[in-house]
């Protein structure tokens, strides 16, 4: 049943997401950097490419373990950016603000914001403040946008992913999802679970200054890694294996995700990113990410193949095989 | 052998034994159902059909409690939110099954007050803190959900919530798979006894219906070491002739069930005949809050009338529910009904048998 409304689905990140992105917004803005559809658009400048992003943040609650909407803001765009292959420069800070909202609540989301930006080396250098009737926006929404220069020796690109392609996962799954989901109103219980909110240029400048043949780069937030496969095998005509033993899950979080029924492979992330690399460089890109203090447990997962072209294909830990598809439904809306 | 710690119902290592098990045992064609949805997503969330010898075919049964709520039912819960005054609490499952017109979900973004909660108690929590609302929870599922919901009535009662009640359409296992084996269409030849329900009715519940029609039947866990446990001591009955009715999740399902929440059950609700999507009317197999608690029932409160409902045309949710089809035998399944636009409700549930094979399956 087709729906004449905005449901809470069409933000979900899954395929709600992606049929109003291609229904109704790229039939108006049709162009060339726009339907890649990359995390970022890359921009052809005056022999220099410009990588720009831009995203909006309604996590609620707003301060939760790990991190708080501040943080999140600030890491969430210079992540974008960064998925583009790109060296992060400056952002802009854009906040919609509830009438009667505290100030101290807003000094500290502000300095959050300023430590994320002092420890990723970026400068916001611009904003905006719009403050709305009580009820009129929930306590606080930001909007962040940046741009950076992409590093000469980058060609990064959702369609860019090859066959024998090996694919690194930077760390554990859904630990931002969970805890956003254990913190929500009407789940209490306590967990030591928190979000893995983290700037990931460092990560990606280490790796393109010591190593060729990185394929694609995307950070698996909304949707989870799942989504992110799936849009990569589908943006690049290629299939996609990957193996659950492989996969790697908190003790805690998998044990919340079943108790409450998700999958951790389609919660969202804040501070991981998967990589598509050359089986040439595949370990030395590895032992990089991993000599990254937010890369410790990275791995490989999986492998691009040219059999079942545009599916995501999972051999589970029984030896057994099934489809990962792309997230629908809304798992949990206001993640980020 | 039974399976009883993490490491081993989750270790790779012992599922390959039972797997080598299963195929030494299985030598002729079988049939069997796995009742509940949660099995269903498990099997397919681990590739367990694949792993199995042509011998055995799964197939999924009427254990998905979203799908078997007749029509009907779900209009009588959009009607329901239109009410003013009414907020409507339910777990997410039902809100994007497609109705005779619309879907709770739709109805939310036209502006009906209708909430998502994890349980009862969330929805009794709204209750307390709305109390110019009435807070309708839509109590649908099966043994497994129905103590909860019949605790969240009991306490409203002692606290005196006035403004809460439950919209009843539950049902029962055991008169659904006796009807299942009346239905001379039906072909199965033993049960994977579902886990969570068992916790609570016990294995005793299927006593009387295994002496009547001696199919082999295994209560079984959701872990793929559980599940493939379940198939070989199926497999080993067919194969020896000799059913009967076993227990292969002893760490959670005794013989008696759990005595507290099934006196609760019988305190709040008695068994009345009901409808279910594919299956149609089955004597006794619905629960109906009693007399006791009239106020707490939702359909006392509001005068609900939803008419003639009109199940999806060409849509195979029925035959699939009861394992006469598989979901891509049925016309609409990829083209008209996807998990994003479901047109019945096997598509919409995360336990749904369509939605697991679009998810997980490879053919088309």
Same mark, same amino acid.
């Given at each position: ?134 009820? =009129?926006?929930?306590? %606080?929404? /930001?909007? !962040?946008?940046?741009? $950076?220069?992409? *590093?000469?020796? &980058? ?18 799954? =859904?630990?931002?999802? %969970?805890? /956003?989901? !254990?913190?929500?109103? $009407?789940?209490? *219980?306590?967990? &030591? ?30 949707? $989870? ?112 | ?364």
């Amino acid at each position: 049943m087709k729906t004449d409304k905005v449901i809470l689905d069409h933000g979900s990140g899954g395929k709600l997401s992606h049929e109003l992105i291609t229904e109704v917004m790229l039939p108006v803005f049709q162009n060339p950097a726009l339907s890649i559809l990359h995390d970022g658009a890359i921009i052809d400048t005056e022999g220099k490419q410009l990588a720009f992003s831009t995203d909006t943040y309604v996590v609620d609650p707003i301060f939760f373990p790990g991190g708080d909407i501040g943080d999140l803001a600030i890491n969430g765009t210079v992540n974008d950016i960064a998925m583009c292959g790109a060296r992060p420069v400056a952002l802009s800070v854009g906040m919609i603000i509830e009438e009667g909202f505290f100030i101290d609540d807003l000094k500290r989301i502000v300095n959050s914001m300023g430590k994320a930006a002092r420890a990723a080396q970026v400068n916001v250098v611009t904003g905006d403040t719009k403050v709305v009737p009580r009820g =009129a926006a929930d306590k %606080i929404f /930001i909007n !962040s946008s940046g741009f $950076g220069w992409v *590093f000469p020796n &980058a060609r990064i690109n959702s369609n860019q992913a090859k066959v024998g392609d090996r694919i690194i996962l930077s760390g554990t799954m =859904a630990d931002h999802g %969970i805890t /956003i989901l !254990s913190r929500r109103q $009407g789940m209490s *219980f306590d967990s &030591a679970v928190q979000s893995d909110t983290a700037p990931l240029n460092h990560m990606v400048e280490q790796i393109f200054n010591r190593c060729g043949g990185v394929h694609v780069l995307r950070d698996p937030t909304r949707g $989870g890694v799942a989504t992110a496969l799936n849009e990569i095998a589908q943006m690049s005509d290629v299939g996609i294996d990957i193996w659950q033993s492989s996969l790697p899950v908190r003790k805690e979080v998998a044990g919340i995700c079943e108790l409450l029924g998700f999958d951790p492979i389609y919660v969202a992330n804040e501070g991981k990113l998967l990589a598509f690399v050359d089986p040439e460089n595949a370990d030395d890109i590895l032992e990089t990410i991993k000599s990254d203090p937010y890369g410790k447990a990275a791995c490989f997962i999986g492998e691009v193949t040219d059999a079942h072209r545009r599916k995501v294909v999972m051999e589970t830990a029984i030896g057994g095989r099934r489809i990962v598809d792309m997230l629908t439904g809304e798992q949990l809306p206001r993640i980020c | 052998m039974t399976i009883k710690h993490l490491e081993e119902y989750r270790d790779p290592g012992v599922s390959r034994r039972i797997i080598e098990r299963i195929r030494k045992g299985s030598q002729q064609q079988i049939r069997l159902m796995e009742v509940c949805g949660t099995h269903t997503m498990s099997i397919f969330r681990h590739g367990i059909r694949a792993v199995l010898p042509e011998t055995i075919s799964l197939v999924s049964g009427p254990g998905c409690p979203v799908c078997v709520t007749a029509q009907n039912e779900i209009d009588a819960f959009i009607q329901v939110a239109g009410q003013p005054d009414v907020i409507v609490a339910t777990f997410g499952d039902l809100l994007r099954v497609p109705g005779s017109g619309s879907s709770l979900q739709n109805e939310r973004a036209a502006g009906k007050d209708v909430r998502m909660v994890y349980s009862t108690f969330d929805a009794l929590a709204l209750a307390r803190e709305n109390p110019d609302k009435q807070v309708v929870f839509l109590g649908v599922g099966f043994e497994t959900t129905a103590p909860t919901i019949a605790a969240s009535i009991i306490s409203a009662a002692d606290q005196n919530i006035d403004n809460y009640c439950v919209y009843c359409a539950h049902k029962l296992v055991p008169p659904a798979l006796k009807a299942l084996l009346d239905n001379a269409d039906v072909r199965i030849d033993g049960f994977i006894l579902p886990g969570h329900v068992s916790v609570i009715i016990g294995v005793d519940a299927y006593r009387e219906l295994f002496d009547q029609y001696r199919i082999p039947c295994v209560v079984a866990g959701f872990e793929p070491g559980d599940i493939l446990f379940a198939v070989a001591l199926l497999v080993e009955q067919f194969e020896s002739g000799i059913p009967s009715l076993q227990n292969a999740y002893q760490r959670a399902v005794t013989d008696e069930g759990n005595p507290r929440a099934k006196d609760m059950m019988n305190t709040v609700f008695k068994p009345v005949d009901t409808n279910w999507r594919g299956l149609g009317s089955i004597p006794l197999s619905g629960l109906k809050i009693r007399d006791a608690f009239a106020s707490f029932d939702a359909e006392n409160r509001f005068s609900i009338d939803v008419g003639e409902s009109v199940e999806p045309k060409g849509c195979e949710c029925g035959a699939i529910l009861t394992g006469q089809k598989s979901p891509p035998q049925c016309r609409l399944y990829k083209s008209r009904c996807t998990p994003v636009h479901p047109v019945g409700p096997c598509m919409v549930s995360t336990e749904g048998t369509c939605a697991a094979y679009y998810k997980y399956s490879e053919s088309d």
